[in-house]
């Protein structure tokens, strides 16, 4: 038998679509009815306000 492991309600989802130059981000957080969209190139000063955006 399979173990049932639902995602928690107030948890903020974040699917990233890894290609080459850069990465399409799209952020769900609960309580907004809007998504939020992200191009992130591949480099270090992107990938650290991507961090700082997650955090906020």
């Known amino acids: 038998m399979t173990a049932l492991d639902s995602t928690p309600v107030a948890a903020v989802l974040v699917p990233i ?3 080459k130059l850069r990465n ?3 952020i769900e957080a609960p309580g907004h009815k809007r998504r939020r969209r992200l191009l992130v190139l591949n480099t ?3 990938h650290d306000h991507l961090i700082e ?3 906020a």
């Open 24 to 26: 399409e981000v799209l």
């Open 53 to 55: 955006v997650l955090q």
């Open 44 to 46: 270090r000063a992107e």
């Open 17 to 19: 679509d890894i290609a």
